[in-house]
């Protein structure tokens, strides 16, 4: 017996190019236009072709929908025969393994559900080409969905090849899902998670596309890039949506260039991007901290995997915060950002171009492999808007890019627009942007620069916090992608000691955090090895922190080991 | 005062018989005779004695880092197409530490000028060799001489159907200033290496070693033979001034990305193109 009320987790396990992604996106679709609450993210190995990857997806119901990975596994779709024991940790007494016969091996402690995926391809369309569309249909018919889903998907997905293409695809999924249906009723499978009628017009979005999506609300004109795993999708989107918006997107020769041109771009006006991945990102660094004195704003998007060096090129970490912290010699301000959800991702791109532009300083936004490569169903109406403001100013003649002033802010001017000259300068300058030795100009310029840190502090991002947090007696902390298995691990055990606090923007830090977190023990969750951010907020805040939950083998938290951790945190108080 | 002269008694920071003295003025005067105006024109340089020259040109400046004036040159072109950009610096700046950038953006061809300070040695870190120092060049880091090849800017140039190519001498101001002017008129990337002596630490490659060295290019040179640009620009032992290499017939960058002649700061997120591509994502 197999009950299912709050979700459903599906694993689909293969090797690159076998298309594990097909049916995952094929899933997504179909589940999400039948009601769903649906969550995607996935593992997989630096490779082309070959190896072993895999995905998860949850189903849940809209109004409580999970947006996490979990390590559990319901049903396990095995497309080799190396599936199997790549996830083998991950099968539990409860876990159904769907594989051809054969195929599965040792699969204890769970149940193997011998599927002939190979030969309802064979029989439908004459090829093992087809089984990705027997695989769609058997999850479907476990999840008792509707059939008319597949078949318009399907038919969407390949009416470009012709009908008979189209046909044999249906007719595959039907196998599946006929044997979906039956499997369900033999194994006494009962799946009842309520789907919502009204939710079929949510959008489906990844970490990337929701980065990308910001970036062009938040009037992106220019990205300059290399690509480098797992950032290049934001290249690739902006790309994609060059010529609809009028962005100008460059391929780099190297990182170098790429930041140069960026700041090139910014100092003629345009709004500019990087991204980049942390070795990429190293390249960069005397670029920012060009920016940095020449007051030239510019948003860099760090997607973070493991290092040092190349690390491990396709997995997850949160080990860059220090980096983007310190990175540029010389001493500069700047604001990193650090997204937890879908909408969060629009949101903090713009407020990325928002305060680069206001400040005139470089902005950070960080996410991970993770966070990228994991989708989400979202209403539309939950992507926040930050209006354009240009924060450009037509010159007089006479005009001084680094005129002083109260709060250290000069009027930004750009060459072509007004009667003045632009000068900026990677050396030390006047008023004017002109070079100079003057120790008292130094004196004056450190501080113009610097006053608009209390600024930045005063309007930053305030941590969402969970709705328990006033009360407990501890806060769970968090920042960046981590925010949906914390909260879901909080949630899920229920205790009124645990609230949480998840950070969207790491750095500067509202000082009013210090009152949320006042009386409170502090336990800091970090995907890295250290804890940077607990350092960090220690540091800001003067805060002691108690505890860290940290882990940096590649792959993300999982719901269970942080309520595992969590569970112990809760106990020692009692 | 003239357009471009910076105001009096500004302090400049070459030594007394600097070859960018000369340059200096060679350079405003082809852009008066140009007749631009100081705010069309963006003068982007990296570090070094001869990155400072916009730093004595009353125009728009973006003195940025070393070796990376092109693709902040490429980046304010991109922004803005109207302007007038010109990438200035020298040999170490743009044929050593920024090398990968030059050949790059000679694949991409935005319409910038490329104006490169050669004297043959470091002059800002005090006499060490450049990528075109001279094989045998006695200095502090290589004190029995330089023992690898110089780098041959021109022949490059022409290998990467770098779409202008020219030469110039200071020594020579008239011939200098019509090459020059002709690099920024000309519609697409153009570079053009100028011998300008570092009277400090180069004793050997002086004003007198480049008259002695140098030649105008053949009246019977055209320009348009890729194949005779390189082998003028192999002749290393009497160096072709002028223009050597022009190909007219290359597609700008800024046409191929489809940038017109609204600055991207002018340009608005359509809210319609907006909603069509969440659509997208439904």
């Known amino acids: 017996m197999s009950q299912h009320s709050k979700d459903v987790s599906i694993v689909v396990g293969g090797s690159a190019g076998q298309g594990v992604q097909t049916v995952e996106a094929a899933l997504m679709k179909i589940l999400k236009d039948a009601g769903y609450g649906v969550f995607a993210c996935k593992e997989y190995m630096s490779r082309v072709r070959g190896g072993s990857n895999s995905v998860e997806i949850r189903v849940s119901s809209t109004r409580s929908p999970r947006r996490a990975y979990v390590r559990r596994i319901d049903f396990l779709f095995a497309m080799d025969a190396a599936a199997v024991p790549h996830l083998g940790w991950r099968i539990g007494p409860d876990t159904l393994v769907f594989a051809e016969a054969g195929q599965a ?29 027997v695989v769609l249909g058997v999850v479907l018919g476990i999840l008792n969905v509707p059939f008319s889903g597949a078949e318009s998907y399907l038919r969407r997905a390949f009416s470009r090849k012709g009908d008979d293409i189209v046909a044999k695809n249906i007719d595959a999924a039907r196998k599946g899902y006929e044997f979906g249906k039956h499997t369900s009723f033999v194994e ?8 919502s009628e009204d939710r079929k017009d949510d959008l489906l979005l990844d970490g990337t596309t929701a980065l990308g999506i910001g970036a062009v609300a938040g009037g992106c004109d220019f990205i300059s890039s290399y690509p480098m795993s797992p950032a290049t999708g934001v290249l690739a989107f902006l790309a994609k949506e060059a010529k609809r918006f009028g962005i100008v997107v460059d391929q780099a ?9 960026g700041l090139g771009a910014s100092y003629a006006g345009a709004r500019a991007m990087v991204t980049t991945s942390g070795g990429g990102f190293d390249l960069m660094q005397e670029g920012v901290s060009l920016s940095g004195i020449i007051e030239t704003p510019i948003v860099i998007h760090i997607g973070q995997r493991p290092g040092p060096a190349t690390g491990l090129p396709t997995r997850t970490e949160q080990g860059d915060l220090n980096l983007a912290l310190h990175a540029g010699h010389g001493e500069f301000v700047r604001a990193i950002y650090a997204p937890g959800t879908v909408p969060e991702a629009v949101g903090v791109m713009q407020h990325a171009f928002e305060t680069a532009d206001r400040y005139q300083v470089p902005a950070f936004v960080l996410s991970d492999q993770y966070f990228l490569d994991s989708v989400a169903t979202v209403d539309e109406g939950d992507l926040p808007r930050i ?4 924060h450009i100013s037509e010159t007089d003649e006479g005009y001084l890019r680094y005129a002083l002033t109260e709060d250290g802010l000069s009027s930004r001017g750009v060459p072509g627009y007004g009667k003045g000259l632009v000068c900026v300068d990677s050396d030390e300058h006047d008023e004017n942007g002109r070079i100079t030795e003057s120790f008292e100009v130094r004196r004056v310029m450190m501080e113009k620069r610097w006053k608009r840190l209390e600024a930045m502090r005063e309007s930053a991002i305030l941590p969402s916090p969970s709705d328990n947090l006033d009360a407990a007696e501890t806060a769970v902390v968090c920042w960046g992608s981590n925010r949906g298995a914390v909260e879901e691990a909080l949630g899920r055990l229920g205790s009124v000691k645990l609230g949480g606090l998840h950070f969207s923007q790491v750095f500067p830090i509202n000082p009013k955090v210090k009152k949320m977190l006042k009386g409170k023990e502090i336990v800091v969750v970090e995907n890295n090895h250290t804890g940077q951010f607990a350092d ?23 719901v269970e080991e942080l309520m595992d951790e969590l569970k112990l945190e809760s106990k020692t108080k009692n | 005062m003239k357009p471009f002269d910076m105001p009096e008694g500004t302090d400049i920071a070459w030594c007394p018989g600097c070859g960018n003295y000369p340059l200096l003025t060679i350079l405003k005067n082809a852009l008066r005779e140009l007749g631009k105006d100081p705010e069309e024109v963006v003068i982007a340089s990296g570090i070094g004695q001869a990155a400072k020259m916009p730093q004595y040109v009353d125009a728009h400046m973006f003195n940025g880092l070393h070796g990376r004036s092109i693709p902040a040159a490429m980046g304010i072109k991109l922004a803005n197409r109207n302007l007038t950009v010109i990438a200035e610096s020298g040999d170490g700046d743009i044929y050593g530490e920024g090398g990968n950038h030059l050949l790059h953006v000679a694949r991409r061809n935005p319409d910038i000028t490329v104006l490169v300070h050669n004297n043959m040695v470091y002059g800002l870190t005090k006499g060490q060799a450049s990528p075109t120092s001279e094989e045998g060049m006695k200095n502090p880091i290589q004190p029995d001489g330089v023992v690898v090849e110089p780098f041959n800017p021109i022949a490059v140039a022409v290998s990467m159907d770098i779409p202008f190519v020219g030469r110039a001498n200071v020594g020579d101001p008239a011939q ?5 002017k002709e690099a920024i008129s000309f519609r697409g990337f153009s570079m053009v290496d100028i011998f300008a002596p570092c009277v400090v630490f180069n004793r050997q490659n002086t004003y007198q070693w480049f008259k002695e060295h140098t030649r ?4 019977d040179h ?20 002028g223009v050597l290499y022009r190909n007219d017939s290359r597609e700008l960058y800024e046409d191929r990305l489809g940038i017109t002649g609204t600055p991207l700061h002018e340009r608005e997120v359509s809210e319609s193109a907006f909603s069509e591509m969440l659509a997208g994502y439904r």
Do not use: C, H, Q, W
């Open chain 1, 253 to 261: 020769e190297d990182e170098i260039s790429a930041i140069n041109a």
């Open chain 1, 536 to 558: 960090l907020l220690a540091r800001e805040l003067g805060v002691k922190v108690s505890r860290r939950i940290l882990k940096s083998t590649g792959e993300p938290f999982s």
């Open chain 1, 105 to 133: 091996g040792d699969v204890a402690p769970g149940r193997r559900i011998d599927t002939p995926i190979l030969s309802f391809a064979n029989e439908a369309g004459g090829s093992p080409l087809y089984a990705n569309s």
């Open chain 2, 216 to 219: 105008p290019v053949p009246d």
């Open chain 2, 222 to 241: 055209d320009p348009s033979d890729r194949v005779a640009a390189f082998r003028l620009a192999l002749e290393t032992d009497m160096m072709p001034l």
């Open chain 1, 387 to 390: 209006p354009v403001a240009r």
């Open chain 2, 176 to 180: 200098a200033k019509e090459v020059i």
């Open chain 1, 188 to 195: 006494d499978i009962a799946v009842a998670l309520s789907p």
